[in-house]
Every structure is written in structure tokens, then in C-alpha cells.
């Protein structure tokens, strides 16, 4: 390719910086062809939800036995509360960017989100034993202190001391976490859409797991556990499923009809099926390097999303949770289903100029991840605030320099030179248009066709 092309192509890409990476006028204005969505299983059911409440209520208040325990009638009120704030939100908030496998399951991820928010408010303002002696009202099992796995120790693949298993070392390391790492990537994947952007996150995790092993001893990994295990086999091979499924997404056809109106058995059931996949999809395209707001959003995007991961470990650590614990489970679930959520919006907010407003789901995710590192904070000051290795601070001292410095040369010095850049190539254009190069101080005609 010749210089003149690349100094057009350069000219080229400054002047489409500010386009957008998706169509959003198209998709707003694109009708999808979706005949079922008027039927019984699509409508608020409002005044029946009213009713079924109301019939619930007057048995509690009049028909059932009174109990004189004072914690039990505590813990059912509060769970009433919870059970009828989610049952309003699920039938009265707006629907949010998913509509399957139905939108109501997504009103209800955004009010357990924003139960989990207050819960999370309430514990802040508690002492650290009391935050510990909440969680035995959950499970009558916490509250007790924790030992953390340490996964170094050994770290020779093959160990000639144990010729009846001389890789014992590598099949310890093999537990329940390890089909978690890879369907979670998977899943992560699907959320963020974007290749580059999940191996940059799955590798700075690895590298932040290095970083703060002296707090935590579940991040103390062997070399070819963190690199070969983790980054390369089980996030590599989840990201890859992830591409793939969403190149398959993305190439699928997307046109609705009702179940009643399939004829066959086969169509039916295929249509059912599908009635989990997606309505519509929009390929994500973050372009980090479009702008410099854009470039801060993503590192923004990325710290939030690698804080939300670092605080499942130190969560469990500070308020003495078992890793395999169903808690743990739950939060995680309720992360995908609000991430995938979350990260739409945040997307659509970055990219589309006519949307003014912070996704709601967003917004409460972001102060749910600020919340949880608070509390973090707070129970856990002398964890958190143990002092980094020398050499583990000299190289994120390095590493943020050189991120600085590429911010600096990309957005600043590389944009004054590139009218220079773009005078000069006005100057070999109007030369190589009369077949005339400039080689070795001397004129020399080109070879034209």
C-alpha cells in the first residue's frame, strides 16, 4: 500500500470520528414483525395482580393464626415488603432495551437490583460484627470465620517425587471454578461484545490477582494457573464460544411469528425455543479510540466492570462467606442478568447522540459496585490498605505512565500533525498525478499505466 493511500485513509478516519458505530435512527424507526406480543402472557395484568395481592393481605390480617414471636413476625414483614416492592415494580416500571423471553423478567432483575442496593446500604451503616451476625439470618451457618485457599504452593507441572501422580499439581487446581471461568466468560462475552475488550479485561484481572495476592490468599496462583489455565484456556475458549455465538446472533434472521399460526410441531417448539434468544440484535462497536471521551468512557467501562469482579472476592473474605456459598451464586446471577441489561444501555448512552440520559439499570448497578467496595472499605481498611510489593508498584507505575504518555500522543500531538501530515501528502499527490517522485534529491519519472 503506498503512502499516498495511507495519509487519504488517515484523512479519512479523522473525518468519520464522529459518526456513530450503529444505526440508531434505522433501529428506532425498524418495525419488527412480532404478532404475538398482544396476547394474554403480554399484558401488565394490573387490576388481577391488584386483586391477588388484596385476597393475600386480608388472609394475613383476618383468617390466619397470630404469632407472639417477635423475630419471626419481623423477618415475614420484611420479606412481605421486599415480595410486594418487586411485584409493584415488575407490573408498573417501564419496560427497559430486552423484550425475552418477556419484559417483566427484566423489571424484575431491576427491582431485585435495587433491593440488593438498599441491602447493601443497611449493612454500610452497621458494625462489622453485626454485618457478619446479619448474614446468619440468611444461613444460620455464616457468621463463622473463614480459612482462604491459597492456589500456589507447588507449582511444578510435573513433580517426579510422586511417580504414581506425577501431575497432582495440575489436577488440584482443577475444581468447580473451572467450568465457572470458562461459562462465565462465555456469558461475559455476550454481554460486552467485543473481543478486544474481554481478553484486555480478562488479562488485567490476571495481572490484578498478581497485584493484591499479599491481601488475599485465594490470589496466590501459580504461573501456568494464571496464564494457561485461566487467561488462555478457560477465558480464551469462553471468549472464542462468545464470538461465536455472536456472530451467529448477529447473522440470524429476525422475524416473529405467533406460535398459533406455525403449523407444524417442529416449528413450534423451535419457536419456543427462541422465545429465549433475543428479540433483535445490535452489534456492539466500542471504538475507543474515536474520540477522547469515548477512549475515557471505555477505561471507565473497564475499571467499573474489574472493580465489580474484584469485590466477589473481597466480599466473601470481609463478611465470611464460603467461595461455593449459594450467596455468591445469586449475586453473580444477578450480575449477568443486570450487566447484560447495563452494559446496552451504557452503549447506547456513548453511541447514540440523541440519548440524553443514564441508563436506570446503569445507574443502579454503578452505585450497587461503589457500595460493595464501600462496605469493603470500611470492614476491611487494614486488607485493603496493605502496602503494594515494590516491584508490583514500580510496574503499575510504569504501566499508567505508558498509558498516559500513548493518551497524550494519540489525542494531542498525533492530531497536530496530522494536517502537516496531510500538506505534505497534498504535495506528493500533485507530483505523482504528473508521474513525478522525489528519490534520492533527483527527479525521476514514475511508471504509469
Given at each position: 500500500m503506498s503512502p499516498l493511500k495511507n495519509y487519504d485513509e488517515m484523512g479519512e478516519t479523522e473525518s468519520n470520528r464522529l459518526q456513530t458505530a450503529h444505526d440508531w435512527e434505522s433501529y428506532k424507526n425498524k418495525d419488527f414483525y412480532d404478532d404475538g406480543t398482544m396476547t394474554f402472557f403480554w399484558r401488565a395484568h394490573t387490576l388481577t395482580v391488584l386483586f391477588l395481592l388484596t385476597c393475600v393481605l386480608i388472609y394475613v390480617a383476618i383468617f390466619e393464626d397470630e404469632n407472639m414471636d417477635v423475630g419471626y413476625n419481623t423477618k415475614r414483614g420484611i420479606v412481605a415488603c421486599v415480595l410486594v416492592f418487586i411485584l409493584l415494580g415488575a407490573i408498573q416500571t417501564p419496560d427497559g432495551p430486552f423484550r425475552r423471553p418477556h419484559p417483566v423478567i427484566w423489571r424484575l432483575v431491576f427491582c431485585v437490583t435495587i433491593v440488593y442496593e438498599l441491602s447493601l446500604i443497611f449493612i454500610l451503616f452497621q458494625a462489622v460484627g453485626d454485618?457478619?451476625?446479619?448474614?446468619?439470618?440468611?444461613?444460620?451457618?455464616?457468621?463463622?470465620?473463614?480459612?482462604?485457599?491459597?492456589?500456589?504452593?507447588?507449582?511444578?507441572?510435573?513433580?517426579?517425587?510422586?511417580?504414581?501422580?506425577?501431575?497432582?499439581?495440575?489436577?488440584?487446581?482443577?475444581?468447580?471454578?473451572?467450568?465457572?471461568?470458562?461459562?462465565?466468560?462465555?456469558?461475559?462475552?455476550?454481554?460486552?461484545?467485543?473481543?478486544?475488550?474481554?481478553?484486555?479485561?480478562?488479562?488485567?484481572?490476571?495481572?490484578?490477582?498478581?497485584?493484591?495476592?499479599?491481601?488475599?490468599?485465594?490470589?496466590?496462583?501459580?504461573?501456568?494457573?494464571?496464564?494457561?489455565?485461566?487467561?488462555?484456556?478457560?477465558?480464551?475458549?469462553?471468549?472464542?464460544?462468545?464470538?461465536?455465538?455472536?456472530?451467529?446472533?448477529?447473522?440470524?434472521?429476525?422475524?416473529w411469528r405467533s406460535l398459533w399460526k406455525i403449523p407444524t410441531y417442529k416449528g413450534k417448539l423451535q419457536r419456543i425455543i427462541a422465545q429465549f434468544g433475543p428479540h433483535s440484535w445490535i452489534d456492539f462497536d466500542w471504538k475507543p479510540t474515536s474520540s477522547l471521551t469515548r477512549w475515557f468512557s471505555t477505561i471507565l467501562v473497564t475499571f467499573i466492570f474489574l472493580l465489580a469482579e474484584l469485590n466477589t472476592f473481597y466480599l466473601k473474605f470481609i463478611l465470611w462467606v464460603p467461595p461455593a456459598h449459594y450467596l455468591n451464586l445469586v449475586r453473580l446471577f444477578i450480575f449477568l442478568l443486570a450487566g447484560a441489561v447495563s452494559m446496552r444501555e451504557t452503549f447506547q448512552y456513548l453511541d447514540d447522540p440523541e440519548c440524553k440520559q443514564f441508563g436506570r439499570q446503569s445507574w443502579v448497578l454503578v452505585s450497587i459496585i461503589i457500595t460493595e467496595f464501600l462496605i469493603i472499605a470500611k470492614f476491611g481498611w487494614n486488607t485493603i490498605t496493605l502496602p503494594l510489593p515494590t516491584h508490583v508498584a514500580i510496574f503499575w507505575m510504569i504501566g499508567l505512565l505508558a498509558l498516559f504518555i500513548w493518551t497524550l500522543w494519540y489525542f494531542f500531538v498525533r492530531e497536530k500533525l496530522l494536517p502537516s501530515f496531510r500538506k505534505g501528502s497534498g504535495f506528493f499527490r500533485s507530483k505523482a498525478k504528473n508521474g513525478i517522485s522525489l528519490k534520492n534529491g533527483s527527479h525521476s519519472r514514475l511508471k504509469t499505466d
Open positions: 454485618a457478619r451476625h446479619l448474614m446468619t439470618h440468611l444461613d444460620r451457618h455464616l457468621g463463622r470465620s473463614l480459612g482462604e485457599k491459597d492456589y500456589g504452593g507447588n507449582c511444578n507441572v510435573y513433580d517426579g517425587d510422586r511417580p504414581g501422580d506425577p501431575f497432582h499439581n495440575v489436577w488440584d487446581k482443577f475444581d468447580a471454578f473451572v467450568p465457572t471461568h470458562f461459562f462465565g466468560w462465555w456469558l461475559k462475552t455476550l454481554i460486552i461484545r467485543d473481543w478486544w475488550l474481554c481478553t484486555v479485561m480478562s488479562i488485567m484481572f490476571e495481572i490484578l490477582e498478581y497485584t493484591l495476592e499479599h491481601q488475599l490468599p485465594n490470589f496466590s496462583e501459580c504461573w501456568w494457573d494464571h496464564w494457561i489455565m485461566d487467561a488462555l484456556v478457560c477465558n480464551g475458549l469462553g471468549i472464542y464460544l462468545g464470538m461465536k455465538t455472536l456472530q451467529y446472533f448477529s447473522m440470524k434472521p429476525y422475524h
